[in-house]
């Protein structure tokens, strides 16, 4: 879910459309109709006895869904409609477009046979519309956009989650329409997107979840979208083919000319980049009836299992990103080649000089310098004639060697991302706290967690929306809210000779917190960090965090207590069934109510399959002069 930059490559609007709205509405006066109205009556006559604007594609076309009060179509753009009630009354908006296309006094592509030429194709094929009765106008701006798009074959495109970007932690969806050339990357790729500048996190995630975003369609080409994704956010790209016709992909294209500069409200969990894009898929084959099937959450990797399961997929690809390719040939290498390399990108010697390297082992040295060379000018870590001079002398030191030892680099796809958990939580637990035996029910709707296994996840990732668990007594016979954790992320990047991002954290929610050795309340807590993590086939994933932590209570000496502190940690899949986490924590709070906090946790997670686990948990905190030591077996199931 990536920020918007305006424009549709080469896809333009000539007039603005807030002048064509008006055009419009002159245009379907009395006074602007043909003179064939008795024509135009029997159409309007036979769409009502028809009930048109009852018609599943008509709903498509409109984005209409049902809402309490009836039908309301889904953009917001008052330019899209050719009623004033069009937006919540399909019966007008249908009468308005038939009357529309008799309008002699905007011509050309201003006029709606054009302008919205997928609803015009409809009704001209169900009323059997006579074009001889209409105006005579020319699509120059449609025939040309089509003619450069050629739309034969459509493809869902997924890049995989961003986590150093609060706008693409969940992963993107954008369709790529390919014509006869056999170059894909010369193909258009259809985008909706929030149209936002904001660098702030947090204020990007409040916009997003309220709707104070506007989120528009582009068409650009394909490469573009690549070189972003795939080049320089380190972003691994999955590639379904879909099934559709040459018609059906062509009757995408030309809804997809109607939502040009159009504008719906953006909502991060719901009406966001992915739901959006289903409204082309339905349009070029409305029997999909795909949008009807979110309630709620819409996570993009919840599309592609959707469309998965509709049958349209034929096959799936993967695109390593630039970075998994790094990663990927350093691997093959020892820590002398590993070296040479990043000696030949830092320029302190040339690639005519490397010594002591087998003619294999300089072969990948020099690809791997190439790589690199290539990424860092993608982040403008260097300049253009830096790029070029040192580039050319890797490529001409690297044609030497030819093809020696046949050396390969077919990258192992991952597992498929539809493959992995779904993105809500259901989960069942007992324990034992301190000798109370406790029965705990918890839900979250999204997403994924460090202890969930991470096939086709982000290893490192944690995204965690709204989880909430409340825990029965036994002892006091009560029921109480435990969590309420409204945001739970982690990042853990591991540095390595080629990568040195950083890892971070931000937790904000509600919690139990200890205050004596028999009594705990609920909590606000706010709780960032930042730090470093690294790989290796000893200790797993593991990392060290420096972070604050604000707790805010009444029950608190002046309500608050602020402080600063540490954690460790280290995530390892002991088999493919089988994965331990376990972390400490050290906090001293400073200010409010001094104390200090000590916190060790380990889980054991246990996977049954795709959509079930178990988890064993122990726990021991320690807060001023009281502590607690936990146990907790918990059942979990994706949904």
Request: overall charge negative.
């Given at each position: 879910m990536r920020h918007l930059r305006k424009g549709y490559g080469y896809i333009v609007l000539s007039l603005p459309l807030f002048f064509f709205l008006i055009a419009v509405n002159l245009m379907i006066t009395p006074s602007a109709i043909a003179k064939d109205n008795t024509y135009l009556d029997n159409l309007l006559r036979e769409a009502e006895e028809r009930k048109l604007y009852n018609d599943r594609y008509w709903d498509v076309l409109m984005h209409y869904k049902h809402s309490i009060a009836g039908k309301k179509s889904l953009i917001d753009s008052p330019a899209f409609f050719l009623n004033p009630d069009g937006k919540k009354n399909p019966k007008s908006e249908l009468e308005a477009t038939i009357k529309s296309f008799f309008a002699e006094d905007v011509m050309n592509d201003n006029h709606p046979k054009c302008r919205f030429i997928a609803r015009y194709t409809w009704l001209k094929d169900v009323l059997n519309i006579d074009e001889t009765r209409l105006p005579a106008v020319t699509c120059?701006?449609?025939?040309?956009?089509?003619?450069?798009?050629?739309?034969?074959?459509?493809?869902?495109?997924?890049?995989?989650g961003y986590m150093n970007s609060p706008a693409s932690m969940f992963g993107h969806t954008l369709l790529r329409i390919d014509s006869a050339y056999q170059s894909k990357l010369i193909s258009y790729a259809a985008n909706y997107a929030a149209w936002a500048n904001d660098?702030?996190?947090?204020?990007?995630?409040?916009?997003?979840?309220?709707?104070?975003?506007?989120?528009?369609?582009?068409?650009?080409?394909y490469y573009e979208k690549v070189q972003e994704y795939?080049?320089?956010?380190?972003?691994?790209?999955?590639?379904?083919?879909?099934?559709?016709?040459?018609?059906e992909v062509t009757k995408m294209v030309m809804h997809l000319w109607e939502l040009r500069d159009i504008y719906s409200y953006y909502y991060f969990l719901?009406?966001?980049?992915?739901?959006?894009l289903l409204f082309l898929l339905e349009a070029g084959r409305p029997s999909l009836n795909i949008t009807d099937k979110f309630h709620g959450w819409v996570i993009p990797k919840d599309t592609i299992r959707v469309i998965m399961d509709s049958g349209i997929v034929v096959s799936a690809e993967f695109r390593p990103a630039k970075a998994t390719k790094i990663k990927y040939i350093a691997s093959l290498m020892d820590k002398g080649s590993r070296d040479l390399t990043l000696k030949v990108v830092n320029k302190e010697i040339k690639p005519e000089d490397i010594k002591g390297a087998t003619p294999d082992e300089k072969i990948r040295i020099l690809d791997l310098s190439a790589e690199i060379t290539q990424y860092d000018y993608g982040k403008k870590l260097m300049t253009k004639v830096e790029y070029q001079k040192q580039f050319l002398s890797i490529l001409t030191e690297r044609s030497k060697l030819g093809k020696t030892g046949g050396i390969l680099y077919n990258i192992p796809a991952p597992v498929n991302p539809e493959e992995g958990h779904r993105s809500s939580l259901a989960g069942l637990g007992v324990g034992v706290k301190n000798n109370n035996l406790f029965y705990e029910l918890q839900y979250r709707p999204a997403y994924h967690a460090l202890a969930d296994f991470d096939d086709g996840y982000i290893e490192g990732s944690q995204i965690v929306f709204f989880n909430t668990a409340f825990r029965y007594?036994?002892?006091?016979?009560?029921l109480r809210l435990n969590d309420l954790d409204l945001i739970d992320i982690v990042s853990l990047s591991p540095m390595s000779d080629f990568f040195k991002s950083p890892s971070w954290k931000v937790k904000t929610g509600f919690t139990r917190k200890i205050f004596s050795k028999d009594k705990e309340y609920l909590i606000y807590q706010l709780n960032p960090g930042g730090g470093f993590a690294f790989n290796n086939s000893l200790t797993g994933l593991t990392y060290c965090m420096f972070e604050t932590s604000l707790n805010v209570s009444g029950r608190l000496e002046d309500s608050y207590a602020f402080g600063p502190g540490a954690s460790i940690g280290s995530l390892r899949l002991i088999t493919d069934y089988w994965k331990i986490n376990v972390s400490v924590k050290a906090i001293s709070y400073l200010l409010g109510e001094k104390h200090r906090l000590y916190e060790g946790r380990v889980i054991q997670s246990f996977k049954i399959n795709q959509n079930n686990s178990v988890n064993l948990n122990l726990t021991e905190e320690k807060v001023s002069d009281a502590n607690q030591t936990e146990v907790m077996l918990n059942w979990n199931h994706y949904f």
């Open positions: 120059k701006e449609f025939n040309d956009a089509m003619s450069r798009v050629n739309p034969k074959q459509a493809v869902f495109i997924f890049p995989v660098k702030n996190g947090f204020l990007y995630a409040f916009k997003g979840l309220f709707g104070y975003y506007l989120g528009y369609f582009t068409i650009l080409p795939n080049e320089l956010e380190q972003r691994d790209i999955w590639e379904y083919k879909l099934n559709f016709s040459e018609e719901d009406e966001n980049c992915s739901y959006n007594y036994s002892e006091d016979n009560k």
